[in-house]
Each structure stands twice: as structure tokens, then as C-alpha cells.
């Protein structure tokens, strides 16, 4: 019923003591007006793609990729944060960039091509994380390093950087467990607030080996793990279980038609909402600025799917959808059982502590914050729909995000709370230490 949008955020301002640098003028005006995303996965390859959009274009191949294979997306998130890197590396390489390297800076001949580079880094990874797809990744590939504008002997150069590039992210990632079986770490339970498959799919959980995948930029999954849920016969607990029994149901609720309203807007899938949206901001800066931004923003963006994750399947915490038909056996006596209650958006298929949506938004805008050196900023984000909202700071939509799944029934309130807090330490620890210039 529903369509994702690829869909910028758009810095429109920003209101801090600090001159606004140009790009960041020219960033809002480009981004409000125009996604590459959508360009990209429109058209296919325009000729004599160039600058951010030839890292879009490849980031974008691997989302289809990972589609045609088939695999959970969570899964090709990662895999796509890997090529992010070694596009990084790659263009670092050949700019002679004055920032710390992933995994490797090769030698670059002068003149080298950054695009062929990117382009060359982008299509090893694709090869090693999509063995079967070799056929359609060749094709792509001839078609990005067809219309490089530079000459012969500069793309060769470029290429030569791009695979010596990728490899050494590859020999990184050694042992990284993004290829472990999707049900490693998940042991079924039962009980007052244990998590089960929910309704109305009753599907196997969602993706627990994430929970072991090394994060980017620091080696443990449990670095930033959460305290425990509340337990189910505290006033969190049950102030949480009413607020979402109330607001969260489908039929015969508080929930006002605005409620439902952002409930649908923030319905999308947080990583990959997210992801489009540090591209999208990404478009009107140079090649390597861009490389860096979107490299450290999507690693972001992972790195707190993996934190949430740990702490979802340590947990394993119940979903309103199961524990509000279930209150008469939770031990507390203010929470009154619904047997017919159904959440207003259907419940994802993993467990609900802590809120994956805000912990994944707080990780971008944690970034953004360290990036832009400020929290206090217009921006317009389009959701669902190509719904647009204003917004003038970072707690804005840290509060809106939260809402938006209490709302539709997804989460209690706490969760969204732990995540954004989880999710803030996460993106601005990314942010500080990956990537890094030389000098810092």
C-alpha cells in the first residue's frame, strides 16, 4: 500500500554562531530539489556520471543486488557499508586525501581517475559479496567505466587503486560474521515478557546473527549495550503498556488522525530510509568530501542496527502485539489484558528492546551532529508517500521518530527513549573515530 521514498533530508540553515560554510548553502538547495537516488535507479547510468552520484550509483546496485539474491536487507546494509569504505579508500588514495584510511592507502600513479576508482573498488566488493550475480555485476561494471570522463591510461591508474583498495577492506573484514547463518544467536522462549514470533505472520526472527557482526570503526557488537528492559510490574513498565494499549491500537483508540498520520510517515525501513538520506545530503559536495560523508554515515547507520540488535537478542524482549492480549499473566495487576488488541502497523519480526527506528535515526543524526558541528538546524525531511516535514532541530525528530512508533503500536515508549540514546552514542562515536583526518 505503502512506497518507500528515496528521500533527502535537506539542511535548509543552520543556526549556530559558526559561518555556514558554502557547500552547505548550495547542499540545500540541490538537495531539496533533486535525489540522485532516484535517478539512478530511474535511468540507469547517465552519461559521463561523475562525483557523488558515481558512489550512489554503486551504493544502489548493491541494495538490488542483495534483492535478486534473495537476502534479508540488514544483511546487504552491511555488505554495502563494506563498499562505502573501499570507495572511500579508493578516492582517498588517488586525491591524495588528508584523512586516515579504512584499511589501506595505495600508491596512486598521478592523474589517476578517483570515479574509475571507485567504480573499480565498488565492483570487487560487489564480486566477493555477490558470487552468483557475476554476470550482472560485468555488465554494470562496463557501463560505469565506459563513460568515465578521463582518458584510457587515467581509468587504468584509477583501476589499478580501486582493487588494491578493495581488497585490503576485504582482508579486513576477515572473520566479520556477515555471512553467518540467519538464525545464529537466536534461542526460541516463552513467557511473560520473553519475545515470540508475532502475529500476522508468526515469522522466523529478523536477522540475529546481526547481533555479532563486527561494528565499523570499533570490534564489539555489546560496546554500547543498553541496561536491561524495565521489569513488567514497574511504573515504567505499565505507564508504557497503557500508553501503547491506548494510542497504539488499530480500532476504538485515542490516537488522533496527525498520530496516525506520523505513524505512517516513519513507517518505512529505518536503515534504509536513513542510508538515502545521508546520500542525498552527500550530493552537492565533491568527490572525496562525499566519499568520507557517506562513508561514515551509512557505517553509522549500521553500526547501530548491529548495537540494537545485540540488545534486542539479548534481551528478547516482548512486543506489545504479544503482551498486551497477555496481561493478565504478567504479574502486574494495572495492566488489564486486551485478547483482541492489534497494533495500527503491522509488528516487525524481531524482538521490540530497543526500538530499531529510533536507534538507527539517533545514529545518523549523531553523525550529522559531529559533522556539522551543531543540533540546531531547519531541515525538511520527505517520508511515505513524498510526504515533507519541517523540522528545526535534531531533538525534533528524535521526539517525532519515538512517537511514531508508540503510535502505531510497535513499541512501548521506554524503547524508543533507550534507543535514541543508544543510537546518539553509537553514530557520534563512528563519527569521531572513522575516518579521521591525518592532523586529528
Not at 100 to 125: M, N
Request: charge should be negative; include cysteine; hydrophobic fraction near 40%.
Amino acid at each position: 500500500m505503502y512506497k518507500l521514498i528515496n528521500s533527502p533530508i535537506a539542511l535548509v540553515g543552520m543556526h549556530c554562531k559558526k559561518t555556514i560554510p558554502a557547500f552547505l548553502i548550495t547542499l540545500a538547495i540541490v538537495v531539496m530539489m533533486t535525489s540522485p537516488m532516484g535517478k539512478a535507479a530511474a535511468g540507469g547510468l547517465p552519461a559521463g556520471l561523475t562525483g557523488p552520484a558515481v558512489l550512489d550509483d554503486w551504493g544502489n546496485r548493491f541494495t538490488s543486488l542483495g534483492a535478486s539474491v534473495p537476502e534479508n536487507a540488514l544483511r546487504t546494509q552491511v555488505r554495502t557499508t563494506i563498499a562505502q569504505l573501499a570507495m572511500f579508500d579508493a578516492v582517498n588514495a588517488v586525491l591524495d586525501g588528508p584523512y586516515r584510511p579504512f584499511a589501506s592507502k595505495p600508491a596512486s600513479a598521478p592523474g589517476a581517475s578517483p570515479e574509475a576508482a571507485a567504480i573499480s573498488a565498488a565492483y570487487i566488493i560487489a564480486l566477493n559479496e555477490f558470487p552468483t550475480k557475476t554476470a550482472t555485476i560485468d555488465s554494470a561494471y562496463n557501463a560505469s567505466i565506459a563513460v568515465v570522463p578521463a582518458s584510457p591510461e587515467a581509468i587504468a591508474d584509477g583501476i589499478v587503486v580501486g582493487e588494491a583498495a578493495a581488497n585490503a577492506v576485504l582482508a579486513a573484514r576477515v572473520g566479520d560474521h556477515r555471512n553467518d547463518p540467519d538464525l545464529e544467536g537466536y534461542t526460541p522462549g516463552s513467557g511473560p515478557g520473553v519475545w515470540i514470533p508475532t502475529p500476522p505472520a508468526f515469522a522466523n526472527p529478523q536477522t540475529p546473527f546481526l547481533r555479532f557482526v563486527t561494528p565499523f570503526g570499533y570490534d564489539d557488537p555489546a560496546r554500547f549495550r543498553p541496561h536491561a528492559p524495565p521489569a513488567l510490574d514497574s511504573r515504567t513498565y505499565t505507564a508504557d503498556y497503557n500508553e501503547s494499549k491506548d494510542l497504539g491500537r488499530a480500532t476504538d483508540t485515542s490516537r488522533t488522525g496527525e498520530q496516525s498520520a506520523t505513524a505512517l510517515f516513519w513507517s518505512p525501513s529505518a536503515s534504509a530510509l536513513w542510508s538515502a538520506n545521508v546520500r542525498s545530503l552527500a550530493s552537492a559536495m565533491d568527490l572525496l568530501t562525499a566519499a568520507r560523508f557517506e562513508a561514515i554515515g551509512i557505517a553509522a547507520v549500521t553500526n547501530s542496527l548491529i548495537a540494537c540488535w545485540d540488545a534486542k537478542y539479548t534481551y528478547m524482549f516482548w512486543r506489545p502485539v504479544t503482551a498486551i492480549p497477555a496481561g493478565d499473566i504478567d504479574g502486574n495487576s494495572k495492566t488489564e489484558p486486551d485478547p483482541a488488541w492489534t497494533p495500527f502497523i503491522p509488528t516487525p519480526s524481531h524482538p521490540e528492546y530497543p526500538a530499531a527506528h529510533t536507534t538507527v535515526g539517533a545514529g545518523a543524526l549523531g553523525f550529522y551532529t559531529v559533522w556539522f558541528e551543531t543540533d540546531q538546524f531547519p531541515l525538511a525531511f520527505e517520508g511515505i508517500a513524498g510526504a515533507v516535514r519541517p523540522y528545526t532541530s535534531v531533538a525534533e525528530i528524535h521526539a517525532e521518530e519515538g512517537n511514531a512508533r508508540v503510535w502505531g503500536g510497535m513499541h512501548w515508549r521506554n524503547s524508543t527513549e533507550v534507543g535514541t540514546a543508544l543510537g546518539s552514542k553509537v553514530g557520534k562515536y563512528t563519527a569521531t573515530h572513522l575516518l579521521k583526518r591525518l592532523d586529528d
